[in-house]
């Protein structure tokens, strides 16, 4: 076999963008679409030129010509569709964060080890290739040993009232820059501190400021505005600073990489995770699910984007989050 036909389970924002990303990768061929909302389901089957369509998920899963999955559900809806995938003999591809609870973390990496088929959490800044080439000059020393991190992912007020009503700023975003502290480190974290603040009064609040502390010493803050001004001229600002006993990197991936100016704005749009070229989503996006498809292929157990390392970033911003609940220092 050197094509993995894929399906898509969750059709949001986010999973339409999977199938554009999809449709560019040469070993992967978009087969199947499911969603439980019919009318969007006509709409992207159209779009896409997909021809097999489900509103249930087992259903999906219950088609021997389906190899793989990409799961793009809420983050509090994966873990059964992920359990029956592998259960299945799927391939899975699952959007992060892993899950809503450690504890459904540990349900599907036991489903992983028993299944035929491999799984992949989508933490795409890994594939961001500033912070591939940050993590390379850590392993290579150049740096010494990390002191101390610090992080900013920050992004306009128009993306997220309907987020906030499922998801907060730490889990929903710093969890991005925690995934990737754990992996320059490849350290543990040991404690956390977190406060927010709530801005517009939806189900989560707006900004939320966390600080860890790992196993070896370091220190780390990270910072999560879900809330800038809505004339906000860039998609994301987005930093990271690590600091050695020898050097520091310093990481930006933001505005003015691109700038437009237009007849009615001012804009820098997106150029790292899913740019649209051609009609295509380009970036990470399609890197990591190129990699995925490429482990899958080989049948090799993908060393990016492992749940056990999904599961650590996952227990670490859950534990920010009840350290801004509590106003108290979480251990972990």
């Known amino acids: 076999m050197d094509r993995l036909r894929i399906g898509v389970i969750g059709l949001g924002w986010f999973g339409e963008i999977h199938c554009d990303a999809i ?23 159209a779009k896409f030129g997909v021809k ?19 799961i793009v559900t ?26 809503s609870t450690v504890a459904d973390c540990r ?3 036991a489903a992983a080890a028993k299944s035929r088929g491999v799984l992949q959490i989508g ?27 610090s992080s900013r992912r920050n992004i306009p007020a128009a993306w997220t009232p ?5 998801i907060g700023p730490i ?9 990737l502290m754990l992996w320059f480190t490849e350290d543990r974290i040991v404690s956390t501190y977190a406060q927010t ?5 939806l189900k989560h609040p707006d900004i939320g400021q966390t600080m860890y502390r790992f196993a070896g010493g370091a220190t780390a803050t990270l910072e999560t505005v879900w809330c800038m001004p809505e004339k906000t001229p860039y998609d994301i600002d987005e930093r990271m600073n690590i600091t050695g006993t020898e050097g520091f990197i310093q990481i930006q991936d933001t505005f003015p990489n691109l700038g437009i100016a237009a007849t009615d704005k001012f804009h820098s749009p997106d150029t790292t995770y899913w740019p649209m070229y051609e009609g295509v989503r380009g970036g990470a996006l399609r890197d990591e699910l190129a990699y995925f498809a490429n482990c899958a292929l080989k049948g090799l157990k993908p060393k990016i984007g492992t749940p056990e390392d999904a599961m650590a970033a996952l227990e670490a911003t859950l534990a920010a989050e009840e350290s801004a609940r509590t106003g108290q220092v979480v251990r972990l």
């Open 23 to 45: 449709i560019g990768i040469p070993n992967l061929e978009l087969a199947a679409l499911c969603t439980r909302t019919e009318s969007r389901l006509g709409e992207l089957a």
């Open 52 to 70: 097999k369509t489900y509103t249930d998920y087992r259903q999906l899963l219950a088609d021997p010509d389906i190899d793989a999955v990409s």
């Open 74 to 99: 809420m983050w509090d809806q994966h873990t059964h569709p992920t359990v029956a995938a592998l259960e299945a003999g799927k391939h899975v591809f699952l959007e992060k964060p892993m899950a």
């Open 107 to 109: 349900t599907i990496i």
């Open 123 to 149: 933490h795409i800044c890994r594939f961001n290739p500033r912070y591939r080439a940050a993590k390379e000059a850590i392993a290579a020393g150049r740096i010494g040993k990390i002191v101390s991190l």
């Open 162 to 166: 309907t987020i906030l009503n499922k």
């Open 171 to 179: 889990v929903g975003d710093a969890i991005h820059d925690t995934d």
């Open 197 to 201: 603040v709530d801005v517009r009064g």
